[in-house]
């Protein structure tokens, strides 16, 4: 598990993500401004009643399928194969399922949203199946990090780009919305899937009993984490979409979504943790390292954090517009959760890596538990004030506890994980002379290229 390469791994994919945000965010405004506080809480919601099936229903193929083409316990082509006939069965389950579902409860579910919209989002499940689960996981399990970045890329690109010429051609119709995600998901599905197939020649469907047993035994633990961590984050915003007007989720999830771009560096590091924790086997090497990693997240975005504060008034009505002025207090309210959650997600990446996924479902179990009642609690009197609140409190607990966890399990004292160590600021020196020679040659290659 070599440092540099790790950071330049992580700067590569935070390189990635920048990108991304970038597109998001320009996607972002774009949806808020064109169809309202009132249609971006239709919008959300839709999407986020697709990623719930997605969500119940991958049962850990994601995590399995890192964790088994990093260990190479398999070959790639039965990995893939047996995964790929995994993805269909899944698929028409979850499409079946939503089906019956809307058809069951009618207008009881969100009211405001029409029926439509639900069955239409459905199409959406096999495409993030496939892609989400499947094939970035696989590209990230083979250290493909190029590749990965382009897919991560492009699963925000391509539905942005279709977002575009459907308002260009037919104006803010929430069908047309959808189904610009739909067409935008589908490109990319199609790039991977040539992808794929050049890697290990015909891409067909498999059935391999032992690799399905030992890959869903692997993946049921950190299926039912990722199902508590999907709630932990988004539960509020289905308690707002019931409890309050449809508008509000649209003021509180552009809240979230700007908050949440601080993630981008607890993801870009905690991608690589996982696969690099799992194939590493000197335990001291790993008690160094994810600790250094998590105090560095921490660092950096607590000090984005800080400067996002106080610039809250004037760049949500500034790109917003001022439409969107409540989100302003509920965007301040979220960023000390934000800060607290990316050294969590480093530490249960670790865990996880460790071959143990379950203990994270355990910890995320007691905090979606302390997630729903702080929301049940505050989001009828408070609205979504309450539910920013809940959401920092739960955070907090998740990274207090998971701390606890890691500590007991790694052998690490308090001390060595939460202080920083002498060797930080050598690493961060090494780091900073390797990128400034990195681009002290590309200047004197484009100044000859003059």
């Not at 449809?246 to 996982?274: D, Q, R």
């Not at 809250?312 to 002025?325: C, G, H, K, S």
Request: net charge positive; proline share 4%.
């Amino acid at each position: 598990m070599r440092t540099i390469r790790f950071a330049k791994d992580t700067l590569l994919i935070l390189g990635t993500k920048i990108g991304n945000l970038i597109v998001g965010v320009v996607f972002s405004i774009l949806v808020a401004r064109i169809l309202g506080p009132e249609g971006k809480g239709i919008y959300s919601l839709t999407v986020l009643f697709s990623s719930l099936f997605v969500t119940f229903l991958n049962f850990g193929l994601g995590p399995a399928t890192v964790f088994f083409a990093a260990k190479g316990e398999y070959t790639r082509k039965t990995i893939l194969e047996n995964n790929l006939l995994a993805i269909i069965i899944l698929s028409l389950g979850g499409i079946l399922l939503g089906i019956l579902i809307l058809s069951l409860t009618g207008q009881k579910i969100y009211p405001d949203i029409p029926r439509e919209l639900l069955i239409l989002s459905l199409l959406l499940i096999p495409l993030n199946l496939f892609n989400n689960q499947l094939a970035t996981q696989y590209l990230l399990g083979v250290n493909k990090i190029n590749k990965f970045n382009l897919a991560s890329f492009g699963l925000v690109l391509f539905p942005f780009f279709f977002f575009v010429v459907v308002i260009v051609l037919f104006g803010p119709n929430l069908s047309a919305v959808i189904w610009s995600r739909i067409i935008g998901l589908a490109v990319v599905a199609i790039i991977l899937f040539f992808w794929l197939s050049q890697s290990i020649g015909k891409l067909s469907l498999g059935l391999n009993t032992e690799y399905i047993k030992n890959a869903y035994r692997y993946g049921i633990k950190a299926y039912l984490g990722n199902v508590i961590g999907f709630l932990n984050y988004r539960v509020e915003v289905f308690l707002l979409g019931y409890y309050l007007p449809i508008s509000t989720v649209g003021y509180y999830t552009i809240a979230v979504g700007l908050a949440e771009s601080l993630w981008m560096v607890s993801k870009s590091a905690g991608t690589l943790i996982f696969p690099a924790v799992s194939a590493e086997q000197d335990e001291d090497r790993k008690k160094t390292f994810t600790p250094l990693v998590m105090r560095t997240v921490i660092g950096i975005t607590a000090l984005a954090a800080v400067v996002l504060f106080f610039l809250a008034d004037w760049l949500l009505p500034l790109v917003y517009t001022d439409l969107y002025l409540p989100s302003v207090p509920l965007f301040r309210i979220l960023l000390p959760g934000i800060v607290l959650i990316s050294g969590s997600r480093i530490l249960a990446n670790d865990i996880a890596g460790r071959g143990k996924p379950i203990l994270n479902t355990y910890v995320g179990g007691v905090g979606f538990l302390i997630q729903l009642i702080l929301n049940l609690s505050l989001i009828p009197f408070y609205g979504a004030i309450g539910a920013a609140w809940a959401s920092t409190t739960a955070y907090l607990f998740l990274l207090v506890v998971r701390l606890a966890v890691y500590l007991r399990i790694s052998g690490n004292s308090l001390r060595s994980v939460i202080l920083p160590q002498k060797k930080d600021w050598d690493l961060y020196l090494r780091l900073i002379v390797k990128i400034w020679s990195v681009v002290k040659q590309w200047l004197i290659k484009e100044k000859k290229s003059y």
